[in-house]
């Protein structure tokens, strides 16, 4: 009997502790506002796939063309030189950031 109940407590606490597991596992959530669990398997992008032509090269061009012109965000990469001396690095680093007036770890 006391073997019987040991056996029996033992597979509650088991079952207990899997428990939030399981439920863990059936409720998923994103911080990203729309984007559902489909969306993190390929499977739900390939399935999206068409042989369709959206844009010719000649429109993909101009679309890049005027992207580029338009957002200040968007820069070419092709323009780009292909090397950079420390100073000019430092420089568009500095432009874009700065150094910390304080620690931010500690010793």
Do not use: C
Not at 16 to 41: C, F
Not at 43 to 53: A, C, G, I, N, Y
Not at 68 to 84: K, T, W
């Amino acid at each position: 009997m006391r073997q019987t109940l040991i056996a029996l407590s033992i597979s509650l606490a088991s079952i207990v502790s899997v428990a939030p597991d399981v439920a863990a596992a059936n409720t998923w959530q994103s911080d990203v506002i729309g984007v559902t669990q489909s969306q993190l398997t390929p499977q739900h992008w390939l399935s999206q796939v068409t042989d369709e032509t959206l844009m010719s090269t000649a429109q993909i061009a101009a679309f890049n063309k005027h992207l580029i012109a338009e957002n200040e965000y968007i820069v070419d990469p092709l323009e780009f030189v292909s090397q950079l001396s420390k100073k000019q690095l430092k420089a568009h680093i500095l432009s874009i950031s700065e150094v910390p007036k304080k620690s931010t770890f500690l010793p």
